[in-house]
Each structure stands twice: as structure tokens, then as C-alpha cells.
């Protein structure tokens, strides 16, 4: 076990944690559970890359980490209203049809490459943003509403246009398009 997956496994343990702080609006420690998250995540990586210990485990928990965060802490504050569902809802459905579309394509053997678009880079980076800014709002009882309102249009919009990015790549993929290159989803 490398020292980057056990601090992906601690990651992972922070999440109910966050989510239970979240839940008993317990702000400051959902916004700190959530900053130690996101410091673990770029420290995880750079100890990966920086000592040659990336693995095969580490390259599938690392997302997963991060999704599952992420995912948990736009749930919840939907929930309490903090967000809007259909934000949520959008954000959910693309991750469904990502996890779906590579079921499918290994089950179909015809396997697809897992490697992220740069507008899903884009789109996670500002889903991070939101999500920091929503909690530190919560956390320091300050209200920025405008940049608030802003992060959430963009994030709806890049969340769309990365689940459509993810569909024309996939489609050309299973339609074979291009045959003999792996497309990478």
C-alpha cells in the first residue's frame, strides 16, 4: 500500500464525515473536513508523481474519492436547499451515463479508455469552487449571491456540455469510428 492511497483512503473516510457535519450544520468543520479533502487530494497526487508511487489502485480510488465528495456535498446542500436540484440532478445524471456508457462498452468488449476531457477538468474545478464557496459562506456567515449565482450557470452549463463532450466520444467509439484508436472517455 502507498503512502498516496492510504491518504485517498483517509479522503474517503472524510466524506461521511463532512456530509454528517453538513447535516447537523455544523459548517465550520464541513467546510474544514472539506478543505483537508482538497490539500489531501493535491498532496496525494504530488507524492505519487514525485516519488514514482502511482498504482493502479491509487488511479481508480482517486477519482472515485473525489466524485464521491463532491457528489455527497451537492446532494446535501440541495437538500437543505442551499442548491439548486436541477443542478444536482444534471450533475448526478452525467456521472450515470459516464459509468454507464463504460459498463457498457466492457461488457460489449469493446472497452473504452478512461482518461478526463479538458471541459470535464473545467467543469470539476468549478464544481470545486462552488462547493467551497457555498460552505465557507455557511461556515463565515458571509453571502456572496452574485458569484454564487454566477459558479452555479457555469457549472450547469460545463456539466452539460461534458456530458455531450463524453457522448460524441463514446458514440464515435462503440460506432467505430476511427477503428484501430482507443478514444479515450
Not at 18 to 24: C, P
Not at 155 to 161: F, K, N, P, R, W
Request: charged share 10%; hydrophobic share 60%.
Amino acid at each position: 500500500m502507498t503512502i498516496p492511497n492510504l491518504i485517498t483512503i483517509l479522503r474517503l473516510i472524510l466524506v461521511p464525515a463532512v456530509v454528517l457535519a453538513m447535516l447537523q450544520a455544523r459548517w465550520d468543520w464541513a467546510f474544514a473536513g472539506f478543505l483537508v479533502a482538497g490539500i489531501s487530494d493535491g498532496i496525494d497526487g504530488f507524492i505519487a508523481r514525485r516519488f514514482n508511487q502511482q498504482s493502479t489502485l491509487g488511479a481508480y480510488l482517486d477519482p472515485v474519492a473525489d466524485k464521491l465528495l463532491l457528489v455527497s456535498v451537492f446532494v446535501v446542500m440541495s437538500f437543505i436547499g442551499q442548491l439548486p436540484l436541477w443542478l444536482v440532478v444534471i450533475m448526478v445524471s452525467r456521472d450515470a451515463l459516464i459509468v454507464c456508457a463504460v459498463v457498457l462498452s466492457a461488457v460489449m468488449t469493446h472497452p473504452v479508455e478512461m482518461k478526463p476531457l479538458f471541459v470535464s477538468k473545467a467543469n470539476t474545478a468549478i464544481q470545486i469552487v462552488l462547493a467551497a464557496l457555498v460552505l465557507g459562506e455557511l461556515a463565515l456567515d458571509v453571502h456572496l449571491d452574485p458569484l454564487r449565482s454566477a459558479l452555479i450557470l457555469l457549472s450547469g452549463v460545463l456539466t452539460v456540455a461534458s456530458a455531450a463532450a463524453y457522448l460524441v466520444t463514446w458514440l464515435r467509439h462503440m460506432s467505430g469510428y476511427g477503428e484501430g484508436s482507443t478514444p479515450d472517455i
